[in-house]
């Protein structure tokens, strides 16, 4: 039992951080009806981002953490949104009318540039960070074996709690959200009474990149090494959380990232870690047979 706790433990963590990239695909997709397959690539660049900061605050002389920790988190959070910011102006923009095939293809093509853009600049070697956040909590014992809940753990479930609160808060009550769920459902009649779509869309990319940098950030403090490929491999499982979840919903874009990382650390502690993907694309394709929305996901309704 205080085995299977563990597990549950590490996947929610795990899945807190596929949640808050989910959100972005999301949101994307709910306005603009397009997949963002380099917003995976995001998220690997605010990890870059914060490792590189980490050490220039190194260099000059910077070594408290909780000072450490935020200038990270102010530098990332800065420079990720820029990037998504630009990634709509370039990639989307210029083919928001054209078939969604051309903007799948561009967003694919934008994805092995930014892969290639990092590796050229930082190297294709692994990039290690020492633990900043050490210690925890031990929440149970049986036996020998010590179920703990890591400092690092409860800052990623924290963390991400209130990101998703306050996110929802933005779309529900403030002008940019209403901005924002007037353009899911008709854009061209947003832009008549007076919304300003190209801008609501260009803000939807910039929140959208902004929370895969704080992803980043946590991907790094908890797993302490980082590479140029990490933002292929997270996006893929990032957008399988959103479609499980039902694209579109915020909430089910974070219970989708929820179920895939407690999928991936429950089939890694009991069964063979080499096929825990494998386990989470079944659930994923059952999930589709069965409910092709996703667990929270509504139904297109088509307009006549």
């Known amino acids: ?16 951080i596929y949640g ?6 999301t949101m994307v997709y709910g306005i603009i009806g397009m997949i963002n397959f380099a917003h995976g690539e995001i998220f690997m660049i605010g ?8 050490l220039v605050l ?3 002389g910077i070594t408290w953490v909780p000072l450490a920790l935020l200038l990270m988190l102010m ?3 800065i420079l990720t949104p820029f990037y998504g910011w630009t990634l709509e102006r370039v990639a989307y923009r210029p083919l928001r009318g054209s078939p969604r095939l051309a903007a799948l293809i561009t967003a694919i093509g934008m994805s092995i540039f930014l892969q290639n853009y990092v590796q050229l600049l930082q190297s294709a070697r692994n990039k290690p960070l020492q633990p900043l956040v050490r210690g925890g909590v031990e929440v149970m014992r049986e036996g020998n074996f010590v179920v703990s809940l890591s400092y690092m753990q409860m800052i990623i479930i924290v963390v991400t709690l209130v990101l998703m609160v306050v996110f929802s808060l933005i779309i529900a009550r403030t002008r940019l959200g209403r901005a924002q769920r007037a353009c899911e459902q008709d854009r061209d009649m947003a832009a008549l009474i007076g919304v300003d779509v190209d801008r609501t869309i260009s803000l939807t990319f910039v929140m959208g990149a902004a929370l895969a940098g704080v992803a980043g950030i946590m991907f790094l403090l908890y797993y302490g090494v980082i ?4 933002g292929f491999l997270a996006g893929i499982k990032a957008f399988t959380a959103a479609v499980l979840g039902g694209i579109g919903s915020l909430p089910g874009a974070m219970l989708g990232g929820i179920l895939i990382g407690m ?5 890694s502690g009991y069964f063979s870690v080499e096929y825990k993907d494998v386990a989470a694309f079944s659930i994923l394709i059952l999930v589709l047979i069965f409910r092709p929305t996703g ?3 509504k139904p297109d309704i088509e307009k006549v």
């Not at 039992?1 to 807190?16: K, R, S």
């Not at 590479?227 to 990490?230: A, L, R, V």
């Not at 999928?263 to 089939?267: D, F, P, R, S």
């Open 75 to 77: 530098v990332t959070m």
């Open 47 to 54: 990890a870059f981002a914060a490792i590189i900061t980490f």
């Open 295 to 297: 667990l929270l996901g």
């Open 263 to 267: 999928i991936e650390a429950l089939w």
């Open 1 to 16: 039992m205080a085995y299977f706790v563990q597990q549950v433990i590490n996947g929610m963590t795990l899945g807190m």
């Open 58 to 60: 190194g260099i000059v």
């Open 20 to 25: 808050l990239i989910a959100i972005g695909y």
């Open 227 to 230: 590479d140029f490929f990490i």
